[in-house]
């Protein structure tokens, strides 16, 4: 969650022609995803682009920042 007032570049907005919309990202979406999994419509497995060991928690949060990254994991 986001702070309660955040500072918004209006100027920059509005000569970009930047539409800027809010949304509740959370309302509604666990119920439909742990149903899409349950009927294996997704794979969980296949979004877990790497592992890495406590030790290498950096390279993780390296990693992270790959654009063809989704879904590195630190295990234990």
Same mark, same amino acid.
């Given at each position: 969650?986001?702070?309660?007032?955040?500072?918004?570049?209006? =100027?920059?907005?509005? @000569?970009r022609?930047?539409? /800027?919309?809010? +949304?509740?990202?959370?309302?509604?979406?666990?119920?439909?995803?742990?149903?899409?999994?349950?009927?294996?419509?997704?794979?969980? =497995?296949?979004?877990? @682009?790497?592992?890495?060991? /406590?030790?290498? +928690?950096?390279?993780?949060?390296?990693?992270?920042?790959?654009?063809?990254?989704?879904?590195?994991m630190?295990?234990?």
């Open positions: 969650m986001g702070a309660d007032e955040l500072p918004i570049p209006f =100027t920059k907005l509005q @000569t022609e930047i539409w /800027l919309t809010g +949304v509740f990202r959370y309302t509604g979406t666990w119920p439909i995803a742990i149903s899409m999994v349950a009927r294996h419509q997704v794979d969980l =497995t296949s979004m877990v @682009t790497a592992r890495y060991d /406590l030790v290498h +928690v950096q390279d993780t949060l390296e990693a992270s920042r790959d654009p063809h990254s989704i879904k590195p630190v295990t234990l």
